[in-house]
């Protein structure tokens, strides 16, 4: 064999090493699972680690070619408005694949999993975001609020067909909050609207005028958003939720138009519009008066629990392929996985991951108690800070993992055709800025914790699982941060955001034994960790 027949041999040995279930292959996950004890779940979650690594890996990467991208096709030949999106076949496919998990038909369950749900979510993530992780994180917010608030009619009408597993019958969802003039800051909205009728209670009808600016999932077949209520209030207080259908009720197309599509760094297969609003016929979701309350509750809750599950599968899907190529690809006579630098960052990646989906899990776990009216009021105070803690960091780490596996796969690593990589960093970056931006995220924080002492339930909470002695530094650093003022304060609270959302990842991994390595390795983050024989053990249990 000549040196460049082997070269290539190595790389076919690698494409060979992909895993075909990512469940089963998913040692870590496993062992949370067992934890959670959703072990009766197993069989689904493996046939979706199946389909991930196979056929829903295939569509995704199909349809995220430049020239399989969603394109606007929204005038019939005779001149009618249709509002459509062209998709191309694999993105129909793949969304076949992912609702035909069950994942948003779980919702129909009570009590509600939201454990499962977002294990499968991190399953089906690891093929990327795939034009369907965005909508599917809308769904669960449409859903859930449904739940909570719709009518009975609204919830024939749309919370039925939303639960439907079948993607070629069922309904999408999508959630418009940004405008132009602003996205964090949403007390900016001036999407109005006017009330029709039914007064301003849930299910009351109302026509919306303006325009948003960022509008995932364009073709969903209900839009929920906001908008301020004709004579409402300045900023957020004044923000009412509404829900829009697609299709007015006589079956004609609302009245909105997709102005364009967004060309997009990633999450490229998703169609993201700019959307002109014009008496457009909406339905109140719960009392108007209380619209913020509800999407923060409801809506955002939910999206930046999936947002940290899609950032998780991303952290570990980059290991999963850095990992195997390391083990097959040779530099100066050696497969580089037996440099220990190498061996450093794959270890770094895989605890990462698996600190991102243990936290995850342990939040959804928490939510789920929560709709049960069984959280103490301090672990209410944990759960708020830890849920937007978590979006931050999870996107954080994924962010580094993934580009630690382009760095582990070298030059190849930056090549399109070659690895997932180059696509999850794209999209990576997308989750980064959906559901809160960093600063954003850190502001809201400090904010509640200066507003509602929620950090005293914050480090009880995790107190409880590592130990005072564990939480005892950043405790008083928070209780210094709040008596400085609000620019020195933001500076040094940026710093121990980090560390707090750390201290979740461990002690989510805290119960289970087997994770107690990757715990141990998150701990780099929070503070110096002496690099010895103990750490380079640590590093060596880590691998593959
Ligand atoms: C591909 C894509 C799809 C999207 N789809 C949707 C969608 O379907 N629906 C939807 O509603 N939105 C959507 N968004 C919009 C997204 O939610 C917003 O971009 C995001 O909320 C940030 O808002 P902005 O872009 O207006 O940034 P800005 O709010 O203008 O922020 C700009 C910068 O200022 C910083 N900043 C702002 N406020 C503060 C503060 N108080 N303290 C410190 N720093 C601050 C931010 O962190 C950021 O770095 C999408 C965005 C992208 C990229």
Redesign the pocket.
């Known amino acids: 064999m000549s040196a460049t027949e082997r070269g290539r041999a190595d790389l076919a040995a690698w494409v060979w090493a992909q895993p075909t279930d990512l469940y089963v292959d998913d040692t870590d996950l496993c062992a949370l699972i067992g934890h959670h004890g959703l072990g009766a779940r197993e069989e689904q979650f493996s046939n979706a680690g199946k389909a991930v690594a196979g056929p829903l890996d295939a569509a995704v990467r199909e349809n995220n070619l430049h020239r399989n991208l969603p394109v606007l096709d929204n005038w019939n030949g005779i001149g009618e408005y249709t509002a459509k999106v062209h998709h191309h076949p694999t993105w129909w496919e793949a969304g076949r694949l992912i609702y035909g998990t069950g994942i948003m038909a779980l919702y129909a369950e009570a009590p509600v999993s939201h454990r499962s749900i977002l294990t499968l979510f991190y399953l089906t993530a690891q093929a990327g975001e795939g034009g369907h992780n ?1 909508p599917l994180a ?1 769904d669960a917010g449409a859903i859930r609020t449904l739940s909570a608030l719709g009518t009975e009619t609204q919830k024939e009408a749309y919370l039925t067909p939303l639960l439907d597993p079948d993607f070629d019958t069922n309904f999408t969802a ?5 405008e132009v003039q ?4 949403v007390g900016a909205n001036t999407v109005s609207a006017s009330m029709v009728s039914g007064g301003r209670d849930p299910g009351s009808i109302w026509s919306i005028s303006g325009e ?1 600016w ?4 364009a073709d969903a077949d209900v839009f929920v958003m906001t908008a301020r209520p004709d004579g409402g209030a300045d900023g957020t207080k004044g923000l009412g939720l509404f829900l829009v259908p697609r299709l007015k009720p006589d079956g004609t197309v609302n009245n909105f138009r997709i102005r364009r599509l ?1 060309d ?1 760094l ?2 490229r297969s998703m169609a ?1 519009g700019e959307i002109d609003f014009s008496e457009a016929y909406a339905e109140a979701l719960g009392p108007v008066d209380d619209g913020f309350k509800s999407v923060m509750q409801l809506v955002i809750t939910t999206s930046r629990l999936y947002n940290a599950s899609g950032c998780a599968a991303h952290a570990r899907r980059a290991w999963v392929v850095a990992s195997t190529y390391a083990q097959h690809r040779k530099a100066f006579g050696q497969p580089i996985a037996q440099f220990s630098t190498v061996r450093e960052t794959l270890a770094w990646m895989r605890a990462d991951a698996a600190g991102s989906i243990a936290s995850t899990l342990w939040l959804s776990g928490m939510l789920e108690r929560l709709e049960a009216g069984d959280l103490s009021s301090g672990e209410a105070g944990f759960f708020r800070v830890a849920v937007n803690l978590n979006k931050l960091q999870t996107a954080v780490l994924a962010h580094d993992a993934v580009n630690h596996g382009i760095e582990i796969l070298g030059g190849n690593g930056a090549i399109e055709s070659f690895s997932i990589l180059p696509r999850l960093l794209r999209d990576n970056v ?1 989750y980064e ?8 995220l850190r ?1 809201q924080v400090l904010r509640d914790c200066a507003r509602l002492g929620v950090h005293n339930g914050f480090f009880d909470t995790v107190a409880g699982v590592l130990g005072e002695e564990a939480v005892r530094d950043d405790r008083l650093e928070m209780e210094s941060i709040l008596t400085l003022d609000a620019d020195l304060a ?1 500076l040094r609270f940026r710093r121990l955001a980090s560390r707090m959302a750390v201290l979740v990842m461990q002690a989510a991994l805290k119960p289970v034994q087997s994770l107690s390595d990757h715990a141990g390795l998150l701990e780099r983050h929070r503070s110096k960790v002496p690099v010895d024989a103990e750490y380079l053990a640590r590093i060596d249990r880590l691998q593959r």
């Open positions: 965005c809308c999508s959630q418009f909050l940004t602003g996205g964090s800051d948003k960022f509008c995932s999932n967004k997009k990633g999450t993201s997308v800025n959906w559901e809160g931006t960093h600063n954003v502001a933001a």
